[in-house]
């Protein structure tokens, strides 16, 4: 198993927001996390991320726990987060966010290859490169946050909300360039509001609520299953 979560519990201050929670991706994995607005889907990536540090449980990559190791070390074992609302440094160009994504001594080795790379996914922003990222609109800052975090040259990728205030025919498009980074041998764990995207794009699903994973499975099954549909999905 690529990444284990087992049975962590992580808070805020007194405030418990995941109990016992525990989930798995393979490699070559998609795998989705959704449910309702607050049931703790962000906490569970910001945990795996190293942003929070698990009260209880274990976060291990290739059977390596990385729960209690540093934050800033968590990113050398093959993780990088695509955080929600995309926190780019508006006021630098687009070139300057990206490589702040290889500051790793393996993945600075690697950074013209990974540029490349972004740039074939994402072309207007090679034809942006030298712009301020805050002056692009938002779908194109979501492309040069989803870059920065493959610029990382992660095996596994933490989305958080990347449909978030976006129209539309964008989502379509971001959903699809997940995919392409699939393909590329990068594993995804999504968290989406987009419940029907999500599940649509994932090879396996869990649905959060009130901070505990009440559910997992093929997302077929999930979509399915009228009981889930009304209760914990909300269609």
């Known amino acids: 198993m690529l990444l284990e979560v087992k049975d962590i519990e992580v808070g805020y201050g007194d405030a418990t927001a995941l109990w016992g929670a525990s989930i798995e991706i393979d490699s070559g994995q998609i795998v989705s996390v959704v449910g309702p607005n607050g049931a703790g889907k962000s906490t569970l990536v910001n945990a795996i991320a190293g942003i929070l540090r698990p009260r209880k449980g274990t976060i291990a990559i290739d059977g390596a726990d990385i729960s209690r190791i540093p934050s800033h070390r968590v990113c050398d074992h093959g993780i990088a987060i695509v955080p929600e609302g995309r926190r780019l440094f508006t006021q630098m160009s687009v070139i300057d966010n990206l490589l702040l994504g290889s500051y790793r001594r393996a993945a600075y080795a690697e950074r013209a290859l990974a540029l490349d790379e972004v740039f074939s996914l994402f072309p207007i922003l090679k034809d942006r490169q030298h712009q301020i990222s805050g002056s692009l609109s938002g779908g194109q800052q979501q492309m040069v946050a989803i870059g920065r975090g493959l610029m990382a040259r992660p095996r596994v990728l933490l989305m958080d909300e990347p449909s978030l205030g976006l129209s539309p025919v964008i989502v379509d498009e971001m959903f699809g360039i997940i995919g392409m980074i699939n393909e590329?041998?990068?594993?995804?764990?999504?968290?989406?509001?987009?419940?029907?995207?999500?599940?649509?794009?994932?090879?396996?699903?869990?649905?959060?609520?009130?901070?505990?994973?009440?559910?997992?499975?093929?997302?077929?099954?999930?979509?399915?299953?009228?009981?889930?549909?009304?209760?914990?999905?909300?269609?």
């Open 184 to 235: 590329r041998g990068v594993s995804v764990l999504l968290v989406e509001q987009n419940v029907n995207k999500a599940l649509e794009i994932a090879h396996h699903a869990y649905v959060i609520e009130q901070g505990r994973v009440v559910t997992s499975g093929k997302p077929e099954r999930l979509i399915n299953d009228p009981r889930i549909r009304e209760a914990y999905l909300g269609i």
